[in-house]
C-alpha cells in the first residue's frame, strides 16, 4: 500500500510540473509572440516606401516656398538668409582663422588656402573645453575667454607676416553648431545667448561687435566678418572644392540643410544684397524644425517628444538626429521589457533611464554581422546592464536598431530631393550634396540608406543628377570656418 502510495505520488509530481512546464513554455510563446507584434507594429508604422517619401519631400519644398516670400511665420521653416552670399568660388589665397563654437567646448582652425588646383597647407586645428564657470557667466566673459585662449593659439601658429601683411586687420570666420538668425546677428536685436550656454541675454548690441570688442581687448587684430551656422560653413567649405556643390547637410547630433538660391526667389529678403553678391543668396533651411502630417511618426517619437525640452519642436531631427536615434531605440525595447519581459521578469534599471542607449553604441550593434550577435550582446550589457540575452533576443534588437535607421536616413534623403526639387534640377542639371557628421560618416548602413532612398524616388532616369558626397575635411564641426573667409575678401581688407 505504501509503495502505491509512493509511486503514486511520485506520478502526481511529474504530471504537476509537466503541467508547469508547459504553462511556462505557453507564457513564453505568448510573451514572444506580443515582441514580434510591438516589432511588426513599429515596423509598419515607420515604413517609408517611396510614395511616403514624395509626400515627404513635397511637403517640405511647399514650406520652403511659403517661408522666402513671407516675413511672417507661414511654416515649420526659418529660411534664414545667410551673410555668407558670395561662397569660395577656389581660387582664393591668403592664411585664414576660424573658430567654432559649440556650446560647452569651441574649435579653432587656421589654415592656408594656395588658389585653385593647390591644397590646402598649414591646417592646425585645437578643440577647448569651456569651464563651468564661464558657462555660467555673461556672454562677455565666455567671448573674453575665446580670446585669450585665440590669442595663444596665433601666437602657437603665428601668420606669415610677409604673405598676410601683419599690420591689417585679420578676417576670423565664426560659426556655431546651431541655428544662427543672420538678421540678429547683424541687427539691433535681443539675442538670448542661453543657447550659447551663457547664462544671460543681450539686448540692444551687436553679436559680432561683442565678439570684436573681445578680440580687441585682448590685443588681437582680428575681426569677425561672418557669424554662421556651421552647417552654412559646411557649404562654403565645399565650394571651395567643387563649384557645383548647391547644398550642404548636417547628420549629426543635430540635423539641417543650407543651400543656395537665386536672388530673385527670396522676395523676404528686404535688405540691401552684400556687396560680393552674384546673383545667389546662401539659405540656412532649419530643417530640423519641419513637421508635416505625412512624416512616419509612432507612439515611441510622441513620447519621447512630450517628455523632452522643446515638445512640438524639431521633429524632423527628432526623426533624423544622431541625438535621438539611440532614444528612440531604448523606448521601443523598453517597452517590450515591460510587456513580454524580453529581457526578464525585473525591467532592468538601465533600461529605463532616457538617453542611455546613444547612437554610436546602437550604430555597433546594429552593423553586428556576427553568427549570434555577440557586439549586440555585449553592448546590451554596457549600455544597460542586460546581461541575460539570448541569440534571438539579440536579433530583436538589432532588428529594432534597422527600423529606426532606416527611417531616419530615408526621411534624410527625402529632404534631399526636397531641396534638390524646389530648385528646379532634378531634371535637367546634375547636383552635388556634401553632408557632413559623423551620423553619416560612421554609420555605414544610415549612409547607404538614405543613398538609397535617392536612387528610389528618383529612378533610373534622374539618379544620376544628384550626387551625394562626404564633406571634404572629415566631420570636424566648424572645420567649414576656415573657408568662410573666402568668401568676403573685401569685408575687411
Request: glycine content about 8%; proline content about 4%; aromatic content about 8%.
Given at each position: ?302 513620447s519621447l517628444d512630450s517628455e523632452s525640452s522643446n515638445p512640438g519642436c524639431r521633429i524632423f ?177
Open positions: 500500500m505504501r509503495k502505491e502510495a509512493v509511486v503514486l505520488a511520485t506520478v502526481t509530481t511529474v504530471a504537476v510540473v509537466a503541467v508547469l512546464v508547459r504553462q511556462y513554455s505557453l507564457k513564453k510563446q505568448g510573451q514572444w509572440k506580443q515582441t514580434q507584434r510591438i516589432l511588426r507594429k513599429f515596423a509598419r508604422e515607420s515604413a517609408t516606401p517611396v510614395p511616403k517619401l514624395w509626400e515627404v519631400a513635397n511637403a517640405l519644398v511647399s514650406d520652403m516656398q511659403a517661408s522666402l516670400v513671407s516675413q511672417e511665420e507661414t511654416s515649420t521653416l526659418n529660411m534664414l538668409v545667410s551673410y555668407a552670399a558670395s561662397l569660395p568660388k577656389g581660387d582664393e589665397k591668403g592664411l585664414y582663422y576660424g573658430l567654432n563654437l559649440r556650446g560647452t567646448n569651441f574649435l579653432i582652425l587656421c589654415a592656408r588656402l594656395g588658389g585653385r588646383n593647390e591644397p590646402i597647407s598649414d591646417l592646425y586645428g585645437k578643440e577647448i573645453s569651456i569651464p563651468t564657470n564661464v558657462l555660467s557667466g555673461t556672454s562677455q566673459e565666455l567671448f573674453d575667454y575665446i580670446a585669450v585662449e585665440l590669442a595663444t593659439f596665433v601666437s602657437e601658429h603665428p601668420p606669415d607676416d610677409t604673405l598676410d601683411a601683419p599690420e591689417r586687420e585679420k578676417k576670423l570666420g565664426f560659426t556655431v553648431s546651431y541655428l544662427v538668425d543672420q538678421a540678429a546677428a547683424s541687427s539691433d536685436s535681443a539675442i538670448k545667448w542661453k543657447s550659447f550656454s551663457a547664462n544671460d541675454t543681450v539686448e540692444k548690441a551687436f553679436i559680432n561687435d561683442i565678439i570684436n570688442r573681445a578680440l580687441e581687448k585682448h590685443g588681437l587684430k582680428f575681426r569677425v566678418f561672418s557669424l554662421v551656422d556651421d552647417t552654412v560653413g559646411n557649404l562654403a567649405r565645399g565650394r571651395y572644392y567643387n563649384n557645383g556643390i548647391v547644398a550642404s547637410v548636417t547628420l549629426a547630433m543635430g540635423s539641417n540643410a543650407a543651400y543656395v538660391e537665386p536672388n530673385e526667389a527670396v522676395p523676404k529678403w528686404q535688405g540691401p544684397m552684400p556687396s560680393s553678391n552674384l546673383g545667389e543668396l546662401v539659405i540656412n533651411t532649419g530643417w530640423g524644425n519641419f513637421n508635416c502630417s505625412n512624416l512616419p511618426v509612432t507612439e515611441f517619437d510622441s531631427e527628432k526623426l533624423t538626429s544622431a541625438m535621438y536615434l539611440g532614444e528612440i531605440v531604448r523606448r521601443v525595447l523598453l517597452k517590450m521589457a515591460q510587456e513580454t519581459a524580453l529581457f526578464g521578469d525585473v525591467v532592468p534599471p538601465k533600461l529605463a533611464t532616457p538617453y542611455q542607449l546613444r547612437s554610436p553604441d546602437m550604430a555597433a550593434m546594429h552593423q553586428d554581422t556576427s553568427e549570434d550577435h555577440g557586439v549586440v550582446g555585449e553592448k546590451l550589457k554596457e549600455n544597460l546592464g542586460i546581461t541575460n540575452s539570448t541569440p534571438m533576443v539579440r536579433e530583436v534588437v538589432a532588428e529594432v536598431c534597422d527600423i529606426v535607421a532606416e527611417r531616419g536616413a530615408r526621411l534624410a534623403g527625402a529632404g534631399i530631393v526636397g531641396i534638390i526639387k524646389k530648385l528646379g534640377r532634378i531634371e535637367s542639371r546634375k547636383s552635388v550634396v556634401t553632408v557632413e557628421g559623423g551620423l553619416y560618416e560612421h554609420y555605414r548602413v544610415f549612409r547607404n540608406y538614405l543613398h538609397s532612398s535617392v536612387w528610389e524616388m528618383l529612378g533610373s532616369d534622374h539618379s544620376d543628377n544628384v550626387v551625394i558626397e562626404h564633406s571634404h575635411g572629415g566631420s570636424g564641426a566648424g572645420a567649414g570656418t576656415v573657408f568662410l573667409a573666402a568668401c568676403q575678401n573685401t569685408k575687411s581688407s
